[in-house]
Each structure stands twice: as structure tokens, then as C-alpha cells.
């Protein structure tokens, strides 16, 4: 299951609006990771998608000026790797600046399960509880062989009780 952070905008005239939650997965952007700066602009990280556009930018001049181009396209992926890993806790950051504050964070598989979860409670259950089978505990004692002492548990060339 992935982890999801709840955000919730404050209080409007003391009261909530629940409309107007955040819920963002934790983890890897995959579409930031093909297209980091139009994601860092749908998501307005306006200041964050300036500075990756001027760090492409400047990473392609110095790789074309030098002539290693082939590096400069290793460079780029590793910066475009890098705002794919952080591209959602910007994300976050930035709601924070806003005014939201972080209200749960909640193990569910989707988005919508979290929000579920989030506004019912303890009344909803995403992964109801296995129902298992009754299992008989009662172990029956173990028949020692004539002359013989039972041992108990060994593990390894010595037993519990010292015995080899």
C-alpha cells in the first residue's frame, strides 16, 4: 500500500473546509520524472519549475559548448530523477506556505480510499480482516522410545539445556 498525506486548508470564518482538502501520494512522481518542469507548473511550483528550466538550460549550454553532449543528457536525467523523487514533497512544502496543515497520513491504495478513510474514520475499512480458519492448538506430548530420553528442542549441535 502507498502512503498518502492529508492537507487540510484552514479555517474560513471558523469553519472547515473539508471541499478544499489535499490528499498527495508519498513516493515517486513518475510523470515529473518525463516532464519535470510543465509538472512543476500544473502543480504552481512556480519558483521551483524556474530554477529546474534554468538548470536544464544551463546544463544543455555547457554540454553543447564542451562537446560532451552525451554527458549532459546523463546530467539532465539525474536532475529530472531528482525532481521526481522530491516533486511531491514540494508539493506539500508549498501547501504548507499556503496555510494547510498536515492532518493524517494514511496507508491506502488509492487516492480515493485515502480521502475515504480520511473523512469516515474508524467506519470505514479499506482491507477488512481476513477471516481465518479455526486452528487446533492442543500439541500432543511427545512418545519417548524405549531407553531413550526425549530431548527437547535442539538447534544446532547443542541443546537448550546443555545436552549434545
Known amino acids: 500500500m502507498?502512503?498518502?498525506i492529508v492537507l487540510v486548508p484552514p479555517l474560513q470564518d471558523n469553519q472547515r473546509q473539508d471541499d478544499k482538502t489535499v490528499v498527495?501520494?508519498?513516493?515517486?512522481?513518475?510523470?515529473?520524472?518525463?516532464?519535470p518542469v510543465p509538472w512543476l507548473l500544473?502543480?504552481?511550483?512556480?519558483?521551483?519549475a524556474a530554477l529546474v528550466f534554468a538548470a536544464v538550460a544551463a546544463?544543455?549550454?555547457?554540454g553543447s559548448y564542451t562537446g560532451h553532449g552525451?554527458?549532459?543528457?546523463?546530467?539532465?536525467?539525474?536532475?529530472?530523477?531528482?525532481?521526481?523523487?522530491?516533486?511531491?514533497?514540494?508539493?506539500?512544502?508549498?501547501?504548507?506556505r499556503?496555510?494547510?496543515?498536515?492532518?493524517?497520513?494514511?496507508?491506502?491504495?488509492?487516492?480515493?480510499?485515502?480521502?475515504t478513510a480520511y473523512f469516515?474514520?474508524?467506519?470505514?475499512?479499506?482491507?477488512?480482516?481476513?477471516?481465518l480458519p479455526a486452528i487446533d492448538l492442543a500439541v500432543p506430548s511427545p512418545v519417548p522410545a524405549r531407553g531413550k530420553p526425549v530431548a527437547g528442542g535442539m538447534l544446532?549441535?547443542?541443546?537448550?539445556?546443555g545436552e549434545r
Open 156 to 161: 544446532g549441535l547443542v541443546g537448550y539445556r
Open 42 to 48: 500544473f502543480n504552481r511550483l512556480w519558483f521551483e
Open 98 to 115: 499556503r496555510g494547510f496543515d498536515q492532518a493524517a497520513i494514511i496507508d491506502a491504495r488509492s487516492a480515493a480510499d485515502a480521502e
Open 59 to 62: 546544463i544543455s549550454i555547457v
Open 2 to 4: 502507498t502512503s498518502y
Open 24 to 35: 498527495i501520494r508519498d513516493g515517486f512522481a513518475l510523470i515529473a520524472f518525463f516532464l
Open 120 to 131: 469516515h474514520g474508524e467506519a470505514f475499512a479499506a482491507d477488512p480482516e481476513p477471516v
Open 70 to 96: 552525451s554527458l549532459a543528457e546523463i546530467v539532465a536525467a539525474l536532475l529530472a530523477l531528482l525532481v521526481a523523487s522530491e516533486a511531491n514533497n514540494w508539493r506539500i512544502r508549498a501547501l504548507e
